[in-house]
């Protein structure tokens, strides 16, 4: 069974420029997740899809971070404009109660 | 909103001994504790997890813990490895099902 994929996996930008992530959740998964891992601290949600909408986005910037999942399937989530504490790792996960982890996308912002 | 708490921030073992890593939680409605291992650069692993309805899950030298009553949920590594050197979060559910992870335990085995 193929797992989480997301892509890129680096990326490097200036402040003020915007930057997108996609993911592709495992096979059949409904519910899919965009987390922020910050160096030293655990995942934190920024927002969970299930199927096409928005079930909590209660702690996504919504005046510089967007997300979308149109089909059901895979997502995008953008940064526009982005700021130097963006500088993480974006984590997608999948699974209707088991969450299972994309390898991530590290994002520097300079 | 849910809020949990991991202890230590840091284990160092030798090789061969126990390694025990506690979180409490602030939500009684919580109901389910998975535990995620995560090795320099790559992505946090489900290693494994146990349901409000279950006091104890064991899988081969990982076991889980969980008292209800006190809220709190505790890791526990037998015979430790030093391929078991990594972080290792807990987390637990809100009331709406979402995830609320810990800060995590740096897990060093010396040889």
């Known amino acids: 069974e193929a797992g989480v994929a997301q892509s890129p996996r680096y990326k490097i930008i200036e402040k003020r420029q915007s930057v997108a992530f996609w993911c592709n959740p495992i096979?059949?998964?409904?519910?899919l997740y965009w987390y922020q891992q910050i160096l030293g601290q655990g995942p934190k949600l920024l927002i969970q899809?299930?199927?096409?909408?928005?079930?909590?986005d209660s702690q996504l910037p919504k005046d510089r971070f967007s997300a979308e999942r149109l089909k059901g399937v895979d997502s995008t989530l953008k940064i526009q404009p982005a700021k130097l504490e963006d500088s993480a790792v974006y984590l997608c996960?999948?699974?209707?109660?088991?969450?299972?982890f994309g390898p991530g996308t590290r994002l520097t912002v300079t | 909103g849910e809020n949990v708490e991991q202890h230590p921030s840091t284990l160092s073992v030798q090789e061969g001994d126990s390694a025990v890593i506690k979180c409490t939680y602030s939500?009684?409605?919580?109901?389910?504790f998975p535990w995620y291992k995560q090795e320099l650069g790559k992505r946090p692993q489900l290693i494994i997890d146990?349901?409000?309805?279950?006091g104890e899950k064991k899988d081969q030298r990982i076991a889980v813990t969980l008292n209800k009553t006190a809220k709190h949920f505790s890791l526990h590594i037998t015979e430790t490895q030093p391929e078991d050197s990594a972080v290792y979060f807990c987390?637990?559910?809100?009331?709406?099902?979402?995830?609320?992870f810990g800060a995590g335990t740096q897990v060093v085995v010396t040889p």
């Open positions: 146990i349901r409000s309805n279950v």
């Open positions: 899809f299930q199927n096409n909408g928005v079930v909590d």
């Open positions: 939500d009684s409605a919580s109901n389910y």
């Open positions: 987390a637990a559910t809100d009331s709406w099902g979402k995830l609320q």
């Open positions: 096979s059949g998964h409904a519910t």
């Open positions: 996960a999948s699974g209707d109660y088991e969450q299972y």
